[in-house]
C-alpha cells in the first residue's frame, strides 16, 4: 500500500509530524505525542510526498558515528501505560539518501522518557528507498505516566537522509 493516508490523516509543522492513530486489530490503539527531530548532528524540514498524499519530516545526518543516537526522532505515548503492558509501536519510513557504500541503518526504540533512558525493546532496520512499516514490539516494565514512554528512531549510525511520515503505537495488552 503506498498510500499511507487510507491508515489516518497526517500533519505536520515546521521540524515536527503528527502522528497517525490507525485500526490494528491486534490492539487498542495509543496517543501518540507529535514528534519531533532533535540532535546538533541533523539538520530537518517538511517536504511534500505525493507517494503519501501528504506531508513527510525529512531528516538529514551531518556527521555520523559509533553514537548512533546523536540524531534522530521522537514521539511520546501520551497516556499512561501499566506496568507488563505489551507496546507495538509502527514507523512508516524511508532513505532519501545515504553515502556511497553505506547501508541505511536505523535503531528503533522504546524507552523510558527519563535519563538513562532505559531502552525497554530496541530494533535494528535497514531501510530502502521506498515507504515501509517497520515494527517493534516492547514490554513497558512498570507503570508509566502519559509523556514518559518514548519511541526513538536513532539515524546517526550513518550520514543518511530519512524520511518518515507516521508513528503510530498500540497497547497490546499485559503480558504473562
Known amino acids: ?7 489516518g490523516g497526517i500533519g505536520i509543522a515546521t521540524a515536527l509530524f503528527a502522528t497517525v492513530a490507525f485500526a490494528d486489530p491486534a490492539g487498542k490503539p495509543l496517543k501518540v505525542s507529535t ?12 517536504i511534500k510526498d505525493p507517494a503519501v498524499d501528504g506531508q513527510v519530516l525529512r531528516v538529514a545526518v ?10 534522530g526522532i521522537n514521539s511520546l505515548i501520551g497516556e499512561k501505560v501499566k506496568g507488563g503492558t505489551k507496546v507495538r509501536a509502527t514507523l512508516w519510513l524511508r532513505v532519501a ?34 515507504w515501509a512499516p517497520y515494527v517493534i514490539e516492547g514490554i513497558v516494565p512498570r507503570d508509566m505516566p502519559a509523556y514518559k514512554v518514548n519511541i526513538s528512531l536513532h539515524i546517526a549510525a550513518t550520514k543518511q537522509t530519512v524520511d518518515v511520515a507516521s508513528i503510530a503505537a498500540v497497547n497490546l495488552g499485559p503480558t504473562g
Open 1 to 7: 500500500m503506498n498510500k499511507l493516508m487510507k491508515l
Open 97 to 130: 539518501e545515504t553515502e556511497a557504500a553505506k547501508q541505511p541503518i536505523v535503531y528503533a526504540a522504546i524507552q523510558d522518557n527519563d535519563p538513562p533512558r532505559t531502552e525497554w525493546a530496541k530494533q535494528k532496520f535497514t531501510l530502502t528507498d521506498r
Open 62 to 71: 551531518t556527521e555520523s558515528g559509533q553514537k548512533h543516537w546523536l540524531a
Open 35 to 46: 514528534g519531533k527531530a532533535y540532535g546538533t548532528k541533523q539538520t530537518s524540514s517538511v
